[in-house]
C-alpha cells in the first residue's frame, strides 16, 4: 500500500516537474529573483539576518509570483511558434537536399563495370525464375500422366474382377438391349473423379447429340437402374440440371461390353 502511494506521488511530481509550463514558470522567477538566491547562496550572514534581509528589501508579490507566472505563460505559448519557423526552414533544407540528390542519381550515368553486374544480376534472375516455372511444368505434367496411368489401371482391375464372376443376367449384354444412344452415354460416365457427377446438357455437347434426346436416354437409363440420380448440378450460366453417376448395374454391363 505504501509502495503503491510513494509510487503514484513520484509519478504525480514527474508529471508536474516535466510540465513546459511549470518549467518557464520556474526559469522567469529565477530571472527575477536572482539577487535573492545569490544573497540566501553565498551570504555568510545568519539565517535569522538572511530572513530579516530578504523581507525587508526581496518580498514583493509582483516579482515573486506575479510576473514569473505572466511571463511563463506567455514563453509556454510563444515556443511552439517560435520553435516551429526553425523547423520548418530545416526541414525544407533537408528535402531540397533529398530531391537535389535524386535528381543527381538519376542523372548519373553507370559505369561499364556497373551495367555488367546489374545486366548480369538480371540475366541470374530470369534463369531462375525459368527454371521455376519450368520444373512447376514437369511436376504438373508428372501428377497428370500418374493420375491418368492410376484411372486406367482402376478401370482395368474393376473389368478383370468382374470376369471373374458369373454374369449377372440384368446387366448382360446378351440379356440387356440397349440402343447405341444409350451405350454411349453410359460409357459416357465412365472415369468420373470422386463426388462428380454428369448432367444431360453437358452429355449432349460432348458427343454432339439432341439435348432432348440425351434426356431421355438418361431418365430410361435411371428407370432401369443403370444410373443414379446423385443430386443437381449448376451449368457454366448457373442453371439446375439432374446429376447422374454410374450405379452398380451400369458398371457390371460396361464391364461385360468389354469383356465380349
Known amino acids: 500500500m505504501f509502495q503503491e502511494l510513494t509510487t ?36 555568510e550572514s545568519s539565517i535569522e539576518m538572511k530572513l530579516q534581509f530578504i523581507t525587508e528589501n526581496y518580498l514583493n508579490l509582483w516579482n515573486n509570483l506575479y510576473w514569473p507566472v505572466l511571463v511563463g505563460a506567455g514563453v509556454s505559448l510563444v515556443y ?5 519557423v526553425p523547423f520548418l526552414i530545416s526541414e525544407k533544407i533537408q528535402h531540397a537536399q533529398r530531391d ?26 530470369d534463369k531462375k525464375i525459368r527454371s521455376i516455372i519450368s520444373e512447376n511444368q514437369k511436376q504438373t505434367k508428372d501428377l497428370e500422366a500418374t493420375i491418368k496411368q492410376l484411372t486406367d489401371e482402376s478401370k482395368d482391375l474393376y473389368f478383370r474382377l468382374s470376369e471373374l464372376n ?4 440384368e446387366a448382360d449384354p446378351k440379356e440387356v438391349n440397349l440402343s447405341h444412344l444409350e451405350y454411349q452415354i453410359l460409357n459416357h460416365h465412365t472415369g468420373l473423379k470422386q463426388g462428380n457427377v454428369q448432367i444431360g446438357k453437358d452429355i449432349a455437347s460432348n458427343l454432339g447429340l439432341d439435348e432432348k434426346e440425351v434426356q431421355k436416354a438418361l431418365d430410361n437409363l435411371e428407370q432401369r437402374g443403370f444410373i443414379k440420380y446423385v ?13 447422374y453417376n454410374l450405379d452398380m448395374l451400369g458398371r457390371k454391363y460396361l464391364a461385360y461390353r468389354k469383356g465380349e
Not at 514527474?14 to 545569490?38: D, H, M
Not at 511552439?80 to 516551429?84: L, N, Q, T
Not at 458369373?166 to 443376367?169: E, H, L, N, S
Open 8 to 43: 503514484s506521488l513520484k509519478a504525480s511530481l514527474y508529471e508536474r516537474t516535466a510540465s513546459p509550463l511549470l518549467g518557464a514558470i520556474v526559469l522567469a522567477w529565477f530571472g527575477f529573483n536572482w539577487k535573492l538566491l545569490l544573497y540566501m547562496l553565498f551570504s
Open 80 to 84: 511552439p511558434i517560435v520553435s516551429f
Open 100 to 125: 537535389l540528390k535524386q535528381r543527381l542519381s538519376m542523372s548519373q550515368l553507370l559505369s561499364v563495370e556497373q551495367s555488367l553486374e546489374l545486366r548480369e544480376e538480371l540475366v541470374e534472375k
Open 166 to 169: 458369373a454374369p449377372d443376367p
Open 231 to 243: 443430386s443437381d448440378a449448376e451449368d457454366d450460366e448457373g442453371n439446375d440440371y439432374p446429376g
